[in-house]
């Protein structure tokens, strides 16, 4: 097993200001107005959100960004996505329920999230938590069970646009910069060029690169990346 040496250019996590917002500004100042200050607020009814986009769009990001803020506050939320199998039951502590990769959940973890829905939406459970949850297709194109394929549908709703190459450019260079190392425009253009040019790849490619770098102590360079491609 090969030893991983300490990533100190390793990016902090997801968070709603390190995403690029580009033509998603409606979503964004959605989200902030919930949780912009760390803290869902409580001054009104939360009303369920669904974001549905593309591979890549950033979709997991901004659910997991909106985990992360509550959490710095101390808040407990309930997670459940494509690989939690076997999602544990509601909890009352929980202020909000964030559930991404609808459109592929199994029936188990339909079931299971449309419990969690009722419960987050419920009087009789005390205060009502916001539900935000995440997927690849709009609502109507959803094959869920019919009560919780509506239920996704009732409140907000927003498209997740992709990002042009001008833009993905941009988080690139804001990425590696959020690293700490250099990031070429011969080593974008090659990457953009030769590889999947949606947005989450992109940052996975980044992130080997990065890591492999740091461990051969070498500068990010075309040659380098071909050797990591040859030898990863």
Same mark, same amino acid.
Request: hydrophobic letters at 45%; charged letters at 25%.
């Given at each position: 097993?090969?030893?991983? *040496? ?5 990016? =902090?996590? =997801? ?7 580009? =033509?998603? *500004? ?7 107005? @919930? ?43 309930? @997670?459940?996505? !494509? ?10 502590? @929980? ?28 009087? !009789?459970?005390?205060? =009502? $938590? ?9 609502? !109507?194109?959803?094959?869920? $069970? ?16 992709? %990002? ?18 250099? %990031? ?12 999947? $040019? ?26 380098? %990346? ?7």
């Amino acid at each position: 097993m090969k030893q991983l *040496a300490l990533d100190i250019s390793m990016a =902090p996590g =997801p968070t709603l200001s390190r995403f690029f917002v580009g =033509p998603n *500004a409606a979503l964004i100042d959605h989200l902030r107005h @919930w949780v912009g200050d760390g803290q869902l607020r409580q001054t009104r009814t939360p009303v369920p959100t669904y974001l549905w986009g593309e591979a890549g769009s950033g979709k997991t990001h901004l659910l997991k960004a909106v985990r992360e803020a509550l959490r710095e506050q101390g808040a407990t939320v309930g @997670w459940m996505d !494509a690989k939690t199998p076997f999602p544990r039951e509601f909890d009352e502590r @929980w202020v909000a329920v964030l559930m991404d990769d609808v459109d592929i959940y199994t029936p188990f973890q339909q079931a299971r999230a449309f419990n969690w829905f009722v419960n987050a939406t419920s009087p !009789a459970t005390g205060l =009502p $938590r916001w539900v935000l949850a995440a997927g690849q297709l709009p609502v !109507a194109d959803l094959k869920l $069970r019919e009560d919780l394929r509506t239920r996704l549908g009732w409140g907000h709703v927003f498209q997740l646009h992709l %990002l042009d190459e001008p833009a993905r450019r941009a988080v690139l260079r804001q990425e590696a910069d959020a690293r700490g190392v250099f %990031l070429s425009d011969e080593v974008m253009d090659y990457m953009l060029r030769r590889f999947s $040019r949606d947005l989450g790849s992109l940052m996975q490619l980044l992130d080997m690169l990065d890591g492999f770098a740091l461990r051969n102590k070498r500068a990010i360079t075309i040659p380098l %990346l071909k050797t990591m491609l040859e030898t990863e």
